[in-house]
């Protein structure tokens, strides 16, 4: 066998079953001669073909008491500050309605609007920062500074440099300014301009637009695939086309709003498993084929599941292998969103359909967006023909709105060429390799360290709890004076127990950035005490290292 | 040196406090009536502790002793 990494038309021929077998037979063989050693020891050998470990560790009990207490303090002042507002004694900066509304149904007392007044704004520095560069593994930042506790901002002027950026998707680096990389976008920007003035079903269909549907689908490996200009209303448009009123949607706890609003404006019904969960899904399907509609027991149109690739609150993987046998079993229709996975995981980077060595003809309507991994903007829908051809005519999104514009169709046309081999070289198999390399270093080092972080091994996205609220804004605050930037996230968009700070691991970072960034948040985990994890690796994992990288490739 | 060392941990346990009840958040004057509330609390504590503790631990024991040791007709 020849050198393993061998690359040809742009498909990798390397088994990855070596590194889950010599941890079972205890044999080392170095140059991948595992075939006869693929059948042992593998629990779940029939459906997955490497293992599956994800990490959702509990905190202990006085973290969970402390975060209600701290929400609790400031809930209090919450309401001592509403207080002083609603009776003259402090100036108001809020929102209220007019005079002549007082009577009228209220519009800001739900407590969406009372945690944003109270406890969002305290630490809103945190968020909506401008960034006065391209997002790439550094950025330069637009210092601000506030007068009045975060109600108003105003820039100093100044720019801080350099700072590194573990909060953009940048999952493989194209997000560059260098020349020699842009030369044929900036061709196409000489060709084409800059607008489309029209919907794909108009004048809005380029020829540009045909060379990148075909291009995503020889990469995805299916027949046919489509390109939006938005990724969101990718999902909220085409959805309401697929599916309508007698159709079931089995949609996972965790999915992003934007299946979440294309599931709610088709009108179908929708029912919610939980998380990853593999037997709540099939409970609901026992249930949706035993009992049929709600009123006249009649089947259901059309079953489909909705899951994501990657859960980007979570780090999660979907558990592609048993929710394909759950969808061939009881004949439902699988719907699978690769915003964050295409590209970011898998040994070519074509997403968890690679990842797990299925073939993409098990999904049914594969979706993916080019915001992410291609460093451009857009959706993709893909599948057989017959889908896409039908999308092209019924989806909302080609009838009304504006289709991508050409050098954004050229940056993702570029960065998918370069993915594939197709410009000659080996640079996109390199990303793809350097990213799960860092992906894997990154996720280690944290765990070692001791601090509690969510999700599968392999996944880019690396939560880490913070939980308590008073954190989060220190948190935030102490890494970007260390000039590190990183996401930070609370209460709507996780539950209120659990707030995190999420990172995006990239192929472009170095090693040195990502050791500067872990010797930051060693120190900061230790001064903010963020180190909860009871089940930390070792305590000298510089011992550790050296046998590690043996076994890694 | 000792000092700077005992003044920076005593300033860390001060954060930590500060971290843990979300006062960090807090503007100055909220943090000024937060700490006042609690201090007033903490020292309330104390002071029962100290008025009341010592009585009732002496209580207990009398009372522990007289059910195992006091048969032999004792009178406390």
């Not at chain 1, 590194?19 to 042992?40: C, D, H, P, V, W």
């Not at chain 1, 109270?118 to 630490?123: A, E, G, K, P, V």
């Not at chain 1, 260098?178 to 607008?195: M, R, S």
């Not at chain 2, 002071?47 to 032999?72: C, E, K, M, N």
């Amino acid at each position: 066998m020849a050198n393993p990494s061998a690359v040809c038309n742009g498909h990798l021929h390397h088994h990855h079953q070596k590194q889950n077998n010599l941890l079972k037979s205890g044999i080392y063989k170095k140059n991948g001669i595992t075939k006869g050693m693929k059948k042992n020891g593998i629990s779940n050998g029939t459906l997955y073909k490497k293992t599956f470990i994800e990490h959702f560790e509990q905190a202990p009990m006085y973290v969970a008491v402390l975060t209600f207490l701290g929400f609790g303090v400031g809930t209090v002042f919450g309401y001592l500050r509403d207080f002083m507002r609603a009776w003259g004694l402090e100036k108001r900066n809020v929102a209220t309605e007019r005079e002549q509304q007082k009577d009228f149904v209220p519009l800001y007392q739900d407590f969406e609007n009372f945690y944003t007044r109270n406890l969002y704004m305290r630490i809103r520095d945190n968020w909506n920062r401008p960034i006065c560069s391209v997002p790439g593994p550094q950025f330069d930042l637009m210092e601000r500074v506030t007068d009045d506790y975060n109600w108003t901002f105003r820039f100093t002027g100044r720019t801080i440099k350099n700072v590194i950026n573990m909060g953009s998707y940048n999952y493989l680096g194209f997000a560059e300014t260098d020349v020699n990389a842009l030369k044929t976008v900036t061709i196409e920007l000489q060709k084409y301009g800059t607008g489309i003035c029209s919907t794909r079903q108009e004048m809005g269909t380029l020829d540009k637009h045909v060379e990148l549907e075909q291009l995503v689908a020889k990469f995805l490996g299916v027949e046919d695939a489509m390109v939006f200009g938005m990724g969101f209303a990718t999902n909220s448009m085409n959805i309401p086309a697929l599916v309508g009123k007698g159709c079931l949607i089995l949609s996972d706890e965790l999915n992003h709003t934007s299946l979440v609003l294309g599931a709610r404006l088709s009108g179908a019904t929708i029912r919610i498993f939980k998380h990853n969960n593999m037997q709540s899904l099939e409970k609901l399907l026992r249930e949706a084929i035993i009992y049929g509609q709600p009123r006249s027991r009649r089947a259901w149109r059309k079953i489909i599941i909705l899951v994501e690739g990657i859960y980007s609150m979570e780090g999660s993987i979907v558990r592609l292998p048993e929710i394909v046998s759950l969808k061939r079993k009881y004949k439902a229709y699988l719907y699978l969103d690769e915003a964050h996975s295409i590209g970011a995981v898998g040994a070519t980077g074509r997403g968890v359909v690679e990842y797990f060595g299925m073939s993409p003809d098990d999904v049914d309507v594969l979706m993916g967006t080019f915001t992410k991994s291609f460093g451009a903007a857009g959706g993709y829908i893909a599948g057989k023909k017959d889908l896409v051809d039908f999308l092209r005519t019924h989806s909302h999104s080609a009838v009304y709105a504006t289709s991508m514009c050409p050098p954004v169709a050229e940056q993702i046309i570029r960065a998918m060429k370069c993915l594939m081999g197709l410009d000659g070289t080996t640079q996109g198999l390199q990303r793809v390799r350097q990213l799960g390399k860092n992906t894997r270093y990154f996720r280690r080092r944290l765990h070692e360290m001791g601090f509690i972080i969510y999700g599968n091994d392999d996944s880019p996205v690396v939560p880490l709890l913070l939980y308590m609220p008073g954190k989060i804004g220190a948190f935030a605050r102490r890494m970007l004076e260390k000039n590190i930037g990183v996401v930070v996230v609370g209460f709507p968009a996780t539950p209120i127990t659990e707030s995190r700070a999420r990172f995006c691991v990239s192929a472009a970072h170095t090693r040195e950035m990502l050791d500067t960034v872990l010797n930051a948040l060693d120190e900061l985990g230790d001064f903010l005490h963020l180190k909860y994890s009871r089940y930390s690796k070792s305590s000298h994992p510089e011992l550790y290292e050296e046998t590690r990288l043996e076994l890694e490739d | 040196m000792d000092v700077k060392q005992v003044k920076d941990y005593l300033y860390w346990l001060y954060y930590q406090y500060l971290l843990i009840t979300c006062s960090y958040v807090l503007e100055p004057w909220e943090q000024s009536m937060f700490h006042t509330i609690t201090v007033t609390v903490f020292a309330m504590v104390l002071y029962t502790a100290y008025v009341f503790v010592p009585i009732h631990l002496r209580l207990a024991f009398q009372f522990f002793s007289q059910i195992f040791g006091g048969q032999p007709g004792s009178t406390v």
